[in-house]
């Protein structure tokens, strides 16, 4: 049957010249787009913010790459590209300029929580070699940070902006892969969808940072192998996913669909080749020794996947991963360690007396997932950790908006039934495959313990593929991916990321840091009498809010724009960091500074605010807290004066 040519579908030499302006031409745009993007930021921080947490300028933004797209079809690719960049930009600018605290960051830049613990992880690997307990549930992406962290220079910005970079590069790399087989509107929408999923974590020091970018990278590698029937590219897709749902735990079930479908798609002339199988199987164990080898060098063996023991016990006594400890919190008080194993007995214990808990459960995941739930598969288009708008508007939006994304994957799978030929294709058949794979991971992470879809960051571009999959078919545009039969070509560069991000990941298990031992946050003396600490401000992190600031000056933040966020942030802020914190930060004035470092004695984050005239002294330095009592809490905001300074030493 002859294939019906789609004009914006190109082959071999049209598309190179399509997109054939070269690594050099998507450098200075990256450069052009964040150079725009912090000048709006500077002028307009909640403009700027609005790309994180709004839905206006996003849908403009939007439209204004569509209109250019269809009257220059033939740059759709750096219109695509400059789409991405500036949307990440954008909000991380946006972020830093405003200085929004939420349950991430606070003052717009100081890892808080999860983030908090990966980054003192960083700190703690730096001085002493190796990684805590929780650290070690996520070891690619502390190591992947402590990489980035030491090679720009122990510049936490820094490393925060590249990070952006390279998940906004992989993006633009999915979109590519879609574009030349689907068209440019599915690229379009590939790209805008990744953005929605991405722009939440944007300038946060989390897991979903590397997942969605080995995720992104291995769907370009799993799609385009699939367009050109090149099964090595499929081995390294395979392996990049691995890491990246290692990096970042979710939709595990993809692994063995995909490895399945590639035997059947690349089978020669057999029925079935099993040694195409036996390599997937060799790509995916590469990931997980990776994974191992970390925990053994840097980490606690111990420690991984661990908390997957409070997932399931959650699953069955419908809670969620909360629930185990809230039904014994006398567990709190054991090694964690100890715990987890006695929640895998708790929950081995609960299916043999009851298998129907575990039924019951999985359908409640499926509902909550497929059927208009809170935490539905496209709830993430909206970020609501900020009152940006009142309640009931956000979640009608919600709603609405899931709805009809959800409504293009039932339409979409309807459509790959229809006709049979359509439904043999390799290319319907690849996407089948991974949406089974990652429906049945929805019970093994639950959708209600990954607020805005976090748990599946590395898998989430399979999932958009869906509807955009059918939307494609409803256009025409398919020909030549739905038969497997795409051009060759392309950048072709995204498993070089890959490999990049890997390196990256490895780097900490080949060298161990050796830290100074005599380069300790504290000092024994202070702690004598129970009223002083010893901190090192040196490697800390810190944000000054102010009236005015310097125009290249990104660690400084508006002060109307500061005490705008901590408004607009209402409830929902204080519900996540407790009332003494969100007051400590809202008090801030014109010349505070808010610090973020690690006491490595007792082993925790200190969040400190400084007032005005307190001066940064240089290396170790003790401090005294003259009014208050070092609190226990790990998120205590202690408050500095220039009279708490009563020691300084140089090391």
């Not at 002028?43 to 939007?62: E, I, N, Q, T, Y």
């Not at 185990?324 to 006398?330: A, D, K, L, Y």
Request: one cysteine or more; charged letters at 10%; aromatic letters at 12%.
């Amino acid at each position: 049957m002859a294939l019906t040519k789609d004009p914006q579908v190109k082959t071999g030499v049209q598309h190179q010249q399509e997109t054939g302006t070269g690594i050099l031409t998507h450098a200075l745009a990256t450069g052009a787009t964040c150079s725009a993007a912090y000048c709006l930021a500077y002028l307009f921080p909640l403009f700027a913010l609005d790309f994180r947490h709004g839905f206006l300028w996003p849908m403009v933004s939007l439209g204004l790459a569509a209109w250019l797209q269809y009257r220059f079809p033939a740059h759709r690719a750096i219109i695509v590209f400059c789409l991405i960049m500036s949307t990440c930009a954008l909000a991380l600018f946006g972020l830093w300029r405003s200085g929004l605290s939420d349950g991430h960051v606070l003052g717009g830049v100081l890892p808080f929580l999860d983030g908090g613990s990966y980054f003192h992880d960083t700190l703690n690997y730096l001085a002493k070699g190796h990684f805590s307990f929780q650290s070690s549930r996520r070891p690619i992406f502390t190591a992947y940070l402590t990489s980035l962290y030491v090679l720009l220079g122990q510049d936490y910005r820094l490393t925060l902006l590249v990070m952006v970079l390279v998940a906004g590069l992989s993006i633009f790399f999915a979109a590519r892969s879609v574009g030349k087989t689907c068209g440019g509107w599915a690229e379009l929408g590939m790209a805008f969808v990744l953005l929605l999923f991405y722009r939440a974590f944007v300038g946060t020091a989390l897991t979903e940072n590397i997942g969605l970018a080995l995720g992104a990278v291995a769907f370009a590698c799993i799609w385009d192998a699939n367009a050109t029937a090149a099964r090595r590219l499929h081995y390294w897709g395979l392996f990049f996913l691995a890491l990246g749902l290692n990096a970042r735990a979710g939709a595990f079930f993809i692994l063995p669909a995909l490895a399945l479908w590639a035997g059947a798609r690349y089978r020669d002339n057999a029925k079935y080749s099993i040694r195409t199988f036996a390599m997937c199987i060799l790509a995916i164990s590469a990931a997980f020794a990776i994974n191992y080898l970390l925990l053994v060098r840097v980490g606690t063996p111990a420690a991984g996947f661990s908390n997957f023991a409070l997932v399931l016990y959650g699953l069955l006594t419908g809670g969620d991963w909360t629930t185990f400890f809230t039904h014994n919190p006398q567990l709190l008080t054991i090694p964690e360690s100890e715990a987890i194993k006695i929640a895998y007995a708790t929950s081995l214990k609960l299916i043999t007396d009851d298998p129907g808990r575990l039924v019951r459960g999985m359908l409640r995941a499926w509902r909550e997932m497929y059927v208009g739930g809170y935490f539905g598969s496209y709830t993430f288009v909206w970020v609501h950790s900020v009152d940006l708008t009142p309640n009931i508007l956000r979640f009608m939006s919600i709603a609405a908006i899931s709805g009809l994304l959800n409504f293009g994957l039932v339409s979409c799978l309807s459509l790959l039934s229809l006709p049979k030929h359509r439904a043999r294709t390799t290319a319907s058949a690849l996407v089948l495959a991974s949406f089974a794979g990652i429906f049945l991971s929805v019970p093994f992470a639950p959708p209600w313990d990954a607020v805005l879809l976090r748990a599946y960051a590395a898998t989430i571009p399979f999932q958009v593929m869906v509807p955009v999959f059918g939307l494609s078919l409803l256009s025409g545009q398919m020909q030549n991916a739905a038969h497997g039969t795409g051009s060759p070509g392309g950048e072709g560069r995204a498993w070089l990321l890959g490999l990049g991000i890997t390196l990256l990941c490895l780097a900490p298990a080949l060298y161990i840091a050796r830290g100074n031992p005599t380069d300790t946050l504290r000092t024994a003396a202070a702690y004598e009498t129970g009223n002083s600490i010893g901190l090192n401000l040196q490697h800390a992190v810190s944000v000054t809010v102010g009236q005015d600031s310097q125009f290249f000056d990104p660690t400084t933040v508006s002060l109307d724009a500061y005490r705008g966020t901590q408004r607009l942030a209402g409830e929902s802020f204080q519900k996540t960091l407790g009332p003494k914190l969100a007051e400590d930060l809202a008090a801030c004035t014109a010349g505070s500074k808010l610090w973020m470092t690690i006491d490595q004695g007792l082993d925790r984050n200190l969040y400190l605010v400084s007032g005005q005239g307190f001066v940064q002294p240089q290396g170790l330095f003790g401090l005294a807290l003259l009014d208050e009592r070092v609190s226990s809490h790990p998120w205590r905001v202690l408050h500095l004066r220039r009279n708490q300074i009563f020691q300084q030493t140089t090391e």
